[in-house]
Structure formats: C-alpha cells, structure tokens
C-alpha cells in the first residue's frame, strides 16, 4: 500500500468476535477497519474529539470490503489504511488492508464526508480548509471518472 498519509495498527482478533466456524465474524472486520481509520484521522489532528471541538464531524458514506481468507479468533492482524484520493465534490476515500502473517486477508474501500454539527440535522459541508491543504500536498485528486457523486 503506496501513499505518504498512512497509519499501520496491529490487533489481536477477539475469539468473541468469530463466528461459529472460529473465523472473523464478517460483520465484525469493519470495526477493525475502523480501529485503522480512527488512528489515520488522529495521526493528522482529525480524531473525534478535535472534529467534535470545531463543530464537524467525517462519516462514512459507503463502505466495500472484499473477503479474501479467513481470519481465525487470537490471529494477530495488521490493519494499513491510507488516504487514496479526494473529489471535489468532497468526498474523502480511504483505502485498508487486513494482513495477517504477511498475508492479504481482506480490503476495504470508504468514501466519506464532513458534515457540520448542528444540532438534529447535520449538514454536508467542504472539507476544512487544513485538510484540503493536507491532502493537496500529498495526494492527488480523483481520477478514472470517480467524482464523489452518486449517480
């Protein structure tokens, strides 16, 4: 996994989050995605908490995960999540993988958003201006037709 603005975290599988087969529960592997995302936002001052203080929160717009192996309860997993490209509509997509004993386990793809928090209705908002200058620095825009939009 190429690109400057990456985090890597290791966890252990819990065996409460397998299955009846010993393997990762496939509900489960998006909180361990999300463990990657939540240390890649922190490492560049977008943890909730910071988001939270200015009034802006970043959801997730769509998630994909593609299952590759099984991941067996007390495996020890890396999870590699980087920003891959922005669109100007906005939309922020973030790349992960699952390794596990140096083997792709599982992927995942996200696209997400910045909404102002105000009150019962959220609204979508451009991203703050510090992390369109983060992301223009180190990454490129969208490219392929991808524009963020959901058509």
Known sequence: MEGNLKSIVACTVSPEDTDGYGHLNNA???????????????????????????????WVRSAHIRY?????????????SRFMDYSKGAVIRMEQEMVCRGELMASS?????????????????????????????????AVNGY????S
Not at 68 to 80: R, Y
């Open 28 to 58: 489960r592997y998006s909180e361990y995605f999300e463990k990657g995302r939540v240390d890649l936002l922190e490492s560049f001052g977008l943890g909730v908490d910071e988001l939270k203080k200015e009034g802006v929160g970043f």
């Open 68 to 80: 590759i192996s099984q991941v067996s309860g007390n495996s020890k997993v890396v999870i590699h």
């Open 109 to 141: 793809v996200t696209e997400h958003f910045f909404v102002k928090l105000n009150g019962k209705n959220p609204k979508p908002i451009k991203p703050l201006e510090r992390i369109i200058e983060m992301l223009q620095n180190k990454l490129h825009p």
């Open 147 to 150: 524009s963020g939009n959901s």
